[in-house]
């Protein structure tokens, strides 16, 4: 019933006019309520990479890499079907609400995925993963730059997906304790599900309360909604998509968001695997040695872009775009190097360049998604960008595992993920944003 308390705050309501806090204040509060929500919407999936050896002892139909790389991509695929729909409901509907629910729902899955006992079970809990968080990222990078604009905007973006490397480093240590006896892989799923059900609750309050209409002024829906940019259109989701889809600087975007992903995806669901087998490593340091350190780079390298991003948008209208290929750029050695690398030592530093190259690009898609989309429709077109993202995503993960199953050279299938990578950077150099904040 929480999620659906009368007269809640609009999407777009940041009201700027608080007389107990700031509205830069207010901005940057968003983003750190906003930051553990991230954090546990990535450590659930990376337990599944860390975990996978306990997993597939403990449930032995599932059998084959083939078969887990559909455990992978059902999540993906379902979660990229539902994105856009997901990214049209935050458009339209209270962002706060579709956020808070979407933890709600997911953690409770979460929870329930500890006691799956047979692979159609593991994949239908990870499909109803997808279902209810295709939810959150849309929204939420849509309210925090609704939040943020201007000079802090890839910033506060890269804050908020430090979150999510955060998580996914957490998730790198869940193969020790899947490999404790007393404590096991349905143990970490229980309580990591738990704690997202019981932070759901103060946060759809604490954001309900920092966001609404303060009714002392007089504010209404209207005055908050020009303040953050502009009204909603009735926009149908056919002519949301016919719109986005007619500006060819969104298709360059959402190419370039794509074609790195693929290797991203198969850096985080399988590389605990690869050295693992590579290096004869147990199931605990394999999953830290294939997460901390490609994460921490990124958790780096989103700090270090949103600050290039916005220093250098102050100079020039495509300063993100600029950091953003320049990331792009460190994928081609470190996917190569990755690929042939001789000792563990050499992967780790491999992979560490990557991670930097990774957060330079995570952080600045969303603000350049801003400078060429109108701001009733940034969730939508996020959402549509992570449909075709993570549908190929997870073929790559299926393929990967395939390929592997076949005895397939690394360094041939990372090299290939390394020229799509390059592609990447002639595409992105492509976009020409027509301003630095698109009216409505």
Known sequence: ????????????????????????????????????????????????????SSMMGDIPDIATRANWGIVLGSFKWVYAILSPAGGYLADRLSRIRVITASLFVWSAVTWTTGHVQSFPQLVAARALMGISEALYIPAALALVTSVHRGGTRSRAVGLHQIGIYAGIILGGFSGYVADNPSLGWRSAFEACGLIGVVYSIPLYLILTRLLSRD????????????????????????AAVLELFGDFNYVLLVIYFTLPALAGWIVKDWMPDILKEQFALGQGKAGLSAVF??????????GAGGWLA???????????IYVSALGMSFFLPALFGVGTA?????????LILFGIGWGFFDCN?????????????????????????????????WGFGALRDRHVPLAWIFGVFASFAIVSVGVVLMIRPRSKELPI
């Not at 002024?217 to 926009?235: D, F, K, P, Q």
């Not at 916005?310 to 993100?320: A, F, L, Q, T, Y």
């Not at 001789?342 to 491999?350: E, R």
């Open 1 to 52: 019933m929480m999620f659906w308390m009368k007269n809640p705050p609009s999407d777009h309501e940041y009201h700027q006019e608080s007389p107990d806090v700031s509205p830069s204040r207010i901005a940057w509060l968003v983003v750190a309520l906003l930051v553990p929500v991230a954090l546990l919407n990535y450590l659930d999936r990376q337990m599944l990479a860390a975990m996978k």
């Open 365 to 397: 898609n969303m603000p350049i998604l801003c400078r060429i989309v109108k701001p009733d429709l940034r969730a939508t077109g996020y959402g549509l960008m992570n449909l075709v993202s993570i549908s190929c995503g997870g073929f790559a993960d």
């Open 215 to 238: 009714r002392r002024t007089g504010s209404n829906r209207r005055l908050i909604e020009r303040a953050n940019g502009g009204e909603n259109r009735v926009v149908s989701p056919l």
């Open 293 to 302: 350190y490609v994460q921490f780079a990124s958790l780096v390298g989103v």
């Open 342 to 350: 001789g000792t563990l030592g050499v992967a780790i530093g491999f």
């Open 310 to 320: 916005d220093w250098w948008n102050k100079r020039s209208n495509r300063g993100d």
